[in-house]
């Protein structure tokens, strides 16, 4: 028998979810032959057998959280086919560990998560610890300095963040035991600090779906975002008049060179004039080392709506591309996300985001900020309005509004006015693009 142990997948990548096991115990394999679904960050690999043999146990559960090298199946090498009637003992098996978790955490002086998967996948050396809830990163870094999470205290959400496994490490040895009686005269507050995740009870006739996958991460993304990120909103209203015009007269040619031209590719080209004028906002900060991280190259993300969830493409080298190149790159990462196809390379990477909703794209909105960054862009839907133009006449015009968020712990709120001000200049006279080499 060999243990199959989930190997690494990526750079900087610590762990993954099992998304969906292609082969069932008792199935024979082929070496190299397709075994499991790994999600990593937002990216689903097909992960193979490296040898031939037959599946015989399967360790980690669909929707389990597994760390690099974690054992998640067993396979006996060489072994045959085993006949279907023979195998099918181990399915009920699989669901059988289910409720295992749901009465692990009880003990633990946490409270219970409401995914019953949840507890099997967080560790750090103990026991106690896997009923602890933290971030990926949280659990690697503890795991490189040796801090035990069950022994951190959790922020409002139930949580341990790497920043406090940070402020654990650099802690001072001194201060260390002055904690030790306090938590051990009130051991029964240390749960009330924090605030209990919400268990739902499902009425006859609910439909329950999983909350896993790429829902879980899109959901720990915007947690993460929310709760670090000091966001504030701008917007401003937009005559994008000459801008339509434009792109009236470019969708014929455009199409000849089997391009649908949108206005998305002008808005990232607006996007990143303004972004080489105010760098501030293709920044990142890094907290851990106390800096700001002023980005020198234009990867725009996409937000793009799929069937698994809200998915962010990135267009690499947006600063270097025509405006049909980027129509074209925008189709081909938006049609690879909502086919399940796009690689790790084209999901990552970006350093700002545009959000869009198309024609029903509303009013006003308050994009929530993709973390690690620090704007995010959310373009709304096109309008004919009265317009007062430059001799007091009221005309037929288009109006469109953009809201970007931004990080005031990075950007101004000057500097994030201005950022959008140089957006609206190209924007509304869109020749200055072709000037700035379109």
Known sequence: MIEFKLPEIGEGVVEGEIVQWLKAPGDAIAANEALVEVMTDKATIEVPSPIAGRLSEIKAEVGSICAIDEVIAIIEAGGAAAPAASKPAPAPAASKPAPAPVAAPASAARPAPPIQHVPQVMHSGTDAAKSVLATPAARHLARESGIDLAALPVDERGRITKTDVL????????????????????????????????????????????????????????????????????????????????????????????????????IVKAVVHALRKFPIVNAELDEAGARIILKKRYSIGIATATGQGLMVPVIHGADKKSILDLGREIARVSDAARGGTASREELTGSTFTITSLGTIGGVLATPILNFPEVGILGVHAIRK?????????????HLMNLSVSLDHRVVDGFEGASFLQEVKRYLEDPNLLLLAGI
Do not use: C, W
């Open 167 to 266: 402020r654990a490490r650099e802690a001072p040895p001194a201060p260390a035991p002055a904690p030790a009686p306090a938590a051990s005269k009130p051991a029964a507050s240390a749960p009330a600090a924090a605030r209990p995740q919400h268990a739902g009870t499902p009425a006859e006739g609910d439909e329950i779906i999983p909350f896993r996958g790429m829902r879980r991460r899109i959901a720990e993304g915007m947690s993460r975002a929310y709760s670090t990120a000091v966001h504030y909103t701008y917007v401003e209203q937009i005559n994008v008049t000459r801008l339509v015009k434009l792109r009236s007269e470019a969708k014929a040619v455009a199409a000849e060179q089997g391009v649908q031209l949108s206005y998305l590719p002008f």
């Open 385 to 397: 309005a009265p317009i007062v133009d430059d001799n007091d006449n009221i005309v037929v015009g």
